[in-house]
């Protein structure tokens, strides 16, 4: 069954702005990673939070953790259209090897 | 690195036909993952394999798919017979195993059309 369950399903914002996705998932986990997709191309990994964090950093991007509400979410800080993508959160379920991926957020930044 | 190399890129073909994709993974990790992605359904893994055993086959739709991995640089996923639902883009990754959450690394994909 799908794990991760992104919001909103597409984003569209003007260069410079902040974006904001979400992730819920619906069983615990170790931990929980974020992947970005361009276009006709393979999932990238941005970043990974554990279970014992609640708050990470990698240069524009921030993620934050709420295992109480089973949420994620990833925000983008002065987006550049180079940041038009779909990203997608995948949770392992408590430890198991699979990574379960959700639908993903399609995200547009204009220029 | 030369990352995950999938082929072929792109694959049409009538149903009815055998089809095989390929997967080269990363030189060194242990674990290998087919996915398959569509908009419906988003991305649904397949398979995947530990040191080139399967261990989780539960995700293959039915008897027409089968996966194989001979060694550990190389893995192929078989649809046999293929049908028009079969097409989607579908996807190898691969990552070391072991470590907590190390992360996967995909191919870009094999994009398969089935008419």
């Given at each position: 069954s799908q794990q991760g369950e992104e919001d909103p399903q597409a984003l569209s914002i003007q260069e410079g702005e902040n974006a904001t996705m979400n992730c819920s998932y619906k069983t615990s986990i170790n931990n929980l990673q974020w992947y970005r997709q361009n276009s006709g191309r393979g999932l990238v990994h941005l970043i990974l939070i554990r279970s014992n964090e609640r708050e990470k950093h990698s240069g524009r991007l921030r993620v934050t953790l709420d295992t109480s509400k089973k949420s994620s979410s990833l925000l983008i800080t002065?987006?550049?259209?180079?940041?038009?993508a779909s990203y997608f959160c995948a949770t392992d379920g408590g430890g198991s090897e699979k990574l379960v991926f959700g639908k993903g957020t399609k995200l547009t930044v204009n220029p | 690195d030369a990352g995950v190399i999938q082929s072929p890129r792109h694959e049409v073909t009538e149903m009815g036909q055998e089809v095989t994709l390929r997967c080269k993974p990363i030189s060194g990790h242990n674990s290998l993952f087919w996915y398959r992605q569509t908009m419906m359904r988003g991305l649904e893994l397949l398979i995947y394999f530990n040191n080139n055993v399967p261990?989780?086959?539960?995700?293959?739709?039915?008897?027409?798919f089968s996966a194989k991995?001979?060694?550990?640089?190389f893995s192929t996923l078989k649809i046999q017979?293929?049908?028009?639902?079969?097409?989607a883009v579908y996807f190898c990754a691969s990552r070391l195993s072991?470590?907590?959450?190390s992360p996967l690394h995909f191919g870009n994909g094999t994009r398969l059309t089935v008419t």
């Open positions: 002065a987006s550049r259209a180079a940041d038009t | 261990i989780d086959d539960s995700g293959m739709p039915e008897d027409r991995m001979p060694n550990a640089s017979p293929s049908e028009p639902r079969d097409s072991g470590g907590v959450g």
